[in-house]
Structures are given as C-alpha cells and as structure tokens.
C-alpha cells in the first residue's frame, strides 16, 4: 500500500514558496513514492487510487503546458477527467471580480508557471490527500 505519511510529506513540500521547477520535482517525488508508474495490483484495483491518478494524469499533462497561451491551458481544463473548468470557473464567478477563467489567469498571475503552481498548491493538493487517505 501507500505510505501516507510520506506522501502528506512530500507533498507539504508544494506549500512552501517556490517556483514552477521545484514544484514540478515534488510532483515527480511524489510519484515515486506512490510507485505511480508500476502500482501494486492491490493499488490498481482500489477505486480510490483510480481516482488519485486521474488528479495524477490531469496534473502531469498540465505541467507539461507551462510554455503554452492561456487558451491552450483553458482547453485543456475544460477537457480534463477531474473536471478542472468547472471548479475553476466557479471560483471564479464566486471568489473573484474577473468575469472568465481565462481573464483570471491573464489578470491575477504573472505567468501561466505560476498559476500552474498555485494549482498544485491548491487544487491537486487537496485532492491528492483526500484520495490518499481513502486508499
């Protein structure tokens, strides 16, 4: 199984201030940790280790567009499993003064790798320990 402990460990990492680089290497210790690439059979069945990779995947492709324009991203948010646009955009219309994802990202961060940060601060975060501790 997964070592919680360590996990919650690794991934306390992301709240300490840093920059895109450093989070993306917390991402990839975490996966280590949790042996993402060649998981147990006993994690492959478990219904809430599926879920963790969906965040996991989701997380992974997002980083991967950290050169790409805002357009780029929010399609990609719209089309992500973990149904990113949603909640975004609901924080957005809730939490903000901006009228679209899109305007918040331009608007409140200085560059697509910092809101990619404040994502896996915030909302992978979240995620990643709540499934964690449903395994």
Known sequence: MVNLEACRSILDKFQQPSNFEVHKK??????????????SDELIDNESFQKLS????????????????????????????TDMFTFLDNFVYDDTERDTVEEYI??????????LVH?????????FIYYLEKI
């Open 54 to 81: 969906e965040y996991v995947e989701d997380s992974q492709e997002l980083m991967s567009l950290v050169d790409e324009d805002i357009d780029t991203i929010a399609k990609f948010l719209r089309d992500s499993s």
């Open 119 to 127: 994502l896996l601060k915030g909302y992978f975060y979240t995620n």
């Open 26 to 39: 917390i991402l990839e210790e975490f996966l280590a940790e949790i042996h993402f690439e060649d998981p």
């Open 106 to 115: 331009e608007e409140d961060f200085n560059s697509t790798s910092d809101f």
